[in-house]
C-alpha cells in the first residue's frame, strides 16, 4: 500500500519479501544464536536494506515506464525470490520462535478466549505501526513529500523533491513493515514456502479498504478476516480461501474505489 | 547459502541426464521434488537415495559396477514429472525410474514409463493404488510408508485401546482427496467401536491460521484428535488446539520430519504412528545413516529414511540382475524380492508377482517422554498383513 501510495505500482512480490525477512531472521538466529534481540533487529534492518537496493537496482529503471510494466516487474520479481528462497533455504518448516530460544504461551484473556503471545505482540506491533505511519504522513518532512509526490510527482518534482529517494523511502518501509509482518508470522506459526500467500490476501484487504488508505487498510483487514473466520464455522472450510475474493468482488462491483479510497485513485488503477 | 545455491549448480550440471552414462554402470533416473512444496519431504528422499549410492560407489558398486543416478527436478509438477520421464525412457542406458514426489506427478511419469516397458520405484509419496494386491502391475513398486486407510484403521485401533469407554473424535485432513479420503474412512471405521466422531476439519492446502478449525474440535469436546494429512496440517493443528488450552490427545502419521517436530514440540499428548523406525531408537543402520549424511545434505539425517529404504531395496534388485542389465531383467528381479531392511521397519519389504506394496505392515508409536527429555517408543511395532 505505501508503494502504491507513492508510486502507483502494485508490489506482487510482497508476499514474497515478507517471506524473505523470516528466512533472514533463520539465518541469523544460527549466526547469532546466544543473541535473539541482535538477530531479530538484524532481520528487521536487513528488510529494510532489501527495499532499498530493490528499487535502486531494480524498479528505478522502472521510472517513466507503463505502470502496468513495473507491477509486471514485481510478479517476476516474486518468482525470482522464491526461487532463491527454496534453493538457499529448501522446502522445510522452520521454527524461529524455539531457535531463539523463546516460548509461545498462550495467554487467557477472559471469557474463554486466549491468544499466543506473539499473536498479541502482532497486534500490538500493527497498532504501533499504524500509529508511526500516521504520524510520520502528516507530521514529517518526509511524509509529507511521500504525499505530494503520491498526488502529483511532476509538480513534486518540480518543487525539488528527489523524487528517486522518495519511492526509495517507500519501497525500504514497504519491506521493513512487510518484513515485520513475515517475521512475526514465522515466530508465531512457523515459516515455509507457503507465507506468500499471506502476502496475497492483503490485497483483498487493501483494495476493500481503498488502495492508498491507511484507515481502509485496517478496517479492509479486519472485515476480510471476519468473512474468512465465519466462512469456516459457519459455511465450509474449503470456502475460507476464496471469501476473501469475494468480498473484494462485491466490493468492486458496489465502490470499486473501496470504503475509504477515492475514484479518482480507481481511474488511475 | 552461497555454498548451497554452488551445490545445486554443480549437480544440475554433473547429473543432468544429457549426460552419457557410463556403459558398464547400472542408470537410474530419479524425477523428485527437489525445490517444490514437498521438497521437505521428497528431496529427502532423493537426497537419502543419492547419499546411499554414492556411498555404495565408493565401497565398489553392485556386483562391481556403478550405479549412476540422474536426477532431475520436478517440483512436484505434472508436467515437468512427464518431461523428465521421457527424458528417462529415452535414455536406452536406464534401466529403472525413481520417483520422489507427490502423486499428482504419478500418471504422467507411468504413462511414459509403460511406454518404453521401464520399471518405477516410488519411494517417497503416496503409493499408486495399482501396486497393491491382488494385481500389482508388473511395472510399478512402491517402498513409501503411506497407506491412508490402512494407516487410519491402526490409529483409531490404538485409541480404542487406550482409552476406556467412549470418547470424543475429532478428525483434521488436508482439503486434497488422498487426506479427505483417508479421514472419511476413520470416521467409518469407528462407527461401532463406541466413540463418537464430533467433526471432520478439512483445511485448504494454503491455510496459515489454523486457530478457526482449532476452535471448533475444542468446542465440541474432543477428547482426541486424529489427522492424517501433509505435516503442517497435522502439526499446526495441534499447535492451535494447545494455544487455546485444548488437553486431550492428539496422533497423526509420522512423516520424515516427526522425530525432529517431536523434539521441538516437547509435548507427551502428541503422538505419532509410524512405519518407519525413529533414530531415536539408536540402531546400528541410524548410525550408518547419520555418518554418511554428515556434510552432504541440507536437510537434517533424520529426514534420510524413506530414501534410505528405497536405495536399499534397489540395491537388492540389481544384485539379482545379470550384466549387463536391462528393464526386463530389473522388473523381474523386483518382481519376488524379500529385503530385509536393518531395523528400518518393523519387517522385511516382500514382493511377489501380485504384490509390489508388501505384505507385512508394521506401525510404531513414538512421543515425547518429558521425564528423560528425549523422543520415546510408545506403543512397540504391530503387524497389519496387506491382503
Known amino acids: 500500500m505505501l508503494i502504491y501510495r507513492v508510486s502507483r505500482v502494485l508490489n506482487l512480490a510482497h508476499g514474497e519479501l515478507m517471506m524473505l525477512a523470516a528466512y533472514i531472521l533463520i539465518s541469523l538466529t544460527t549466526l547469532l544464536g546466544s543473541h535473539p534481540v541482535g538477530a531479530l533487529a538484524g532481520a528487521v534492518a536487513l528488510s529494510l536494506l532489501v527495499g532499498l537496493v530493490l528499487y535502486v537496482v531494480l524498479m528505478r529503471r522502472m521510472t517513466g515506464e507503463l505502470v502496468i510494466a513495473a507491477v509486471l516487474v514485481t510478479i517476476a520479481l516474486g518468482i525470482l525470490l522464491r526461487g532463491v528462497m527454496v534453493l538457499g533455504w529448501t522446502g522445510r518448516t522452520y521454527h524461529p520462535m524455539q531457535q531463539l530460544g523463546w516460548e509461545n504461551k498462550a495467554i487467557a484473556l477472559g471469557g474463554g478466549m486466549t491468544a499466543s503471545t506473539v499473536a498479541l505482540a502482532t497486534v500490538g506491533m500493527a497498532v504501533l505501526l499504524y500509529c508511526?505511519?500516521?504520524?510520520?504522513?502528516?507530521?514529517?518532512?518526509?511524509?509529507?513529500?511521500?504525499?505530494?509526490?503520491?498526488?502529483?510527482?511532476?509538480?513534486?518534482?518540480?518543487?525539488?523533491?528527489?523524487?528517486?529517494?522518495?519511492?526509495?523511502?517507500?519501497?525500504?518501509?514497504?519491506?521493513?513493515?512487510?518484513?515485520?509482518?513475515?517475521?512475526?508470522?514465522?515466530?508465531?506459526?512457523?515459516?515455509?514456502?507457503?507465507?506468500?500467500?499471506?502476502?496475497?490476501?492483503?490485497?483483498?484487504?487493501?483494495?476493500?479498504?481503498?488502495?492508498?488508505?491507511?484507515?481502509?487498510?485496517?478496517?479492509?483487514?479486519?472485515?476480510?478476516?471476519?468473512?474468512?473466520?465465519?466462512?469456516?464455522?459457519?459455511?465450509?472450510?474449503?470456502?475460507?480461501?476464496?471469501?476473501?475474493?469475494?468480498?473484494?468482488?462485491?466490493?468492486?462491483?458496489?465502490?470499486?474505489?473501496?470504503?475509504?479510497?477515492?475514484?479518482?485513485?480507481?481511474?488511475?488503477? | 547459502m552461497r555454498k548451497m545455491i554452488a551445490g545445486y549448480l554443480i549437480a544440475c550440471t554433473t547429473l543432468v541426464p544429457g549426460a552419457a552414462a557410463a556403459a558398464d554402470a547400472y542408470v537410474l533416473g530419479l524425477t523428485g521434488d527437489m525445490t517444490g512444496r514437498d521438497s521437505a519431504n521428497s528431496g529427502a528422499a532423493a537426497d537419502g537415495i543419492r547419499i546411499y549410492f554414492e556411498r555404495l560407489n565408493a565401497k565398489g558398486g553392485i556386483n562391481g559396477r556403478k550405479v549412476e543416478v540422474l536426477m532431475r527436478d520436478n517440483q512436484s509438477e505434472p508436467s515437468r514429472a512427464a518431461t523428465d520421464a521421457q527424458v528417462f525412457v529415452n535414455n536406452d542406458d536406464l534401466q529403472l525410474i525413481i520417483s520422489a514426489s507427490l502423486s499428482s506427478t504419478y500418471a504422467p511419469t507411468i504413462a511414459e514409463a509403460k511406454r518404453k516397458g521401464v520399471p518405477i520405484l516410488f519411494s517417497a509419496g503416496v503409493c499408486p493404488t495399482d501396486v497393491f494386491p491382488p494385481k500389482a502391475d508388473p511395472l510399478l513398486f512402491c517402498t513409501s510408508g503411506y497407506a491412508a486407510e490402512k494407516d487410519v484403521e491402526f490409529a483409531v485401533d490404538y485409541m480404542r485401546k487406550m482409552t476406556s469407554g467412549q470418547f470424543k473424535l475429532g478428525l483434521v485432513s488436508m482439503a486434497i482427496p488422498i487426506s479427505r479420503g483417508g479421514m472419511e474412512h476413520a470416521a467409518k471405521y469407528s462407527a461401532g467401536k463406541n466413540i463418537q466422531v464430533i467433526g471432520h476439519e478439512s483445511a485448504p492446502p494454503p491455510t496459515v491460521n489454523y486457530a478457526p478449525y482449532a476452535t471448533k474440535l475444542k468446542d465440541a469436546g474432543a477428547d482426541w484428535v486424529l489427522s492424517w494429512a501433509p505435516w503442517v496440517t497435522q502439526v499446526k493443528t495441534f499447535e492451535a488446539l494447545r494455544q487455546q488450552g485444548w488437553s486431550g490427545r492428539f496422533i497423526s502419521y509420522g512423516h520424515n520430519v516427526a522425530e525432529e517436530e517431536l523434539k521441538r514440540i516437547k509435548d507427551p499428548g502428541f503422538l505419532v504412528f509410524t512405519t518407519n523406525a525413529m533414530f531415536s531408537d539408536n540402531q546400528p543402520i541410524h548410525g550408518e545413516i547419520q555418518a554418511a549424511a554428515a556434510g552432504k545434505t541440507k536437510y537434517p539425517y533424520t529426514y534420510l529414511n524413506e530414501g534410505w529404504i528405497a536405495a536399499t531395496v534397489i540395491e537388492a534388485a540389481l544384485k539379482k540382475v545379470a550384466w549387463p542389465p536391462s528393464r526386463a531383467k530389473v522388473a523381474e528381479a523386483m518382481n519376488a524380492l524379500t529385503v530385509d531392511l536393518s531395523g528400518l521397519r518393523g519387517g522385511a519389504i516382500v514382493w511377489s508377482g501380485q504384490n509390489h506394496y508388501r505384505q507385512d505392515l508394521y506401525y510404531r508409536v513414538y512421543g515425547w517422554d518429558g521425564a528423560t527429555n528425549r523422543v520415546k517408543t510408545v506403543a512397540d511395532w504391530v503387524n497389519k498383513p496387506v491382503n
Open chain 1, 132 to 269: 508511526g505511519l500516521f504520524a510520520f504522513f502528516q507530521f514529517t518532512q518526509w511524509g509529507v513529500r511521500m504525499r505530494a509526490v503520491g498526488e502529483n510527482p511532476l509538480l513534486a518534482s518540480q518543487r525539488g523533491i528527489a523524487l528517486h529517494a522518495t519511492y526509495a523511502l517507500a519501497w525500504a518501509l514497504a519491506t521493513l513493515t512487510g518484513g515485520l509482518a513475515g517475521i512475526l508470522i514465522a515466530l508465531d506459526s512457523g515459516l515455509d514456502t507457503t507465507m506468500a500467500v499471506v502476502g496475497l490476501k492483503a490485497f483483498p484487504a487493501a483494495l476493500v479498504g481503498g488502495l492508498g488508505s491507511l484507515r481502509g487498510a485496517v478496517v479492509g483487514s479486519m472485515i476480510v478476516a471476519a468473512a474468512e473466520v465465519l466462512a469456516i464455522h459457519y459455511i465450509d472450510p474449503l470456502v475460507s480461501d476464496v471469501v476473501p475474493f469475494v468480498v473484494l468482488i462485491v466490493m468492486l462491483l458496489i465502490r470499486p474505489w473501496g470504503l475509504f479510497g477515492t475514484e479518482e485513485e480507481i481511474e488511475r488503477v
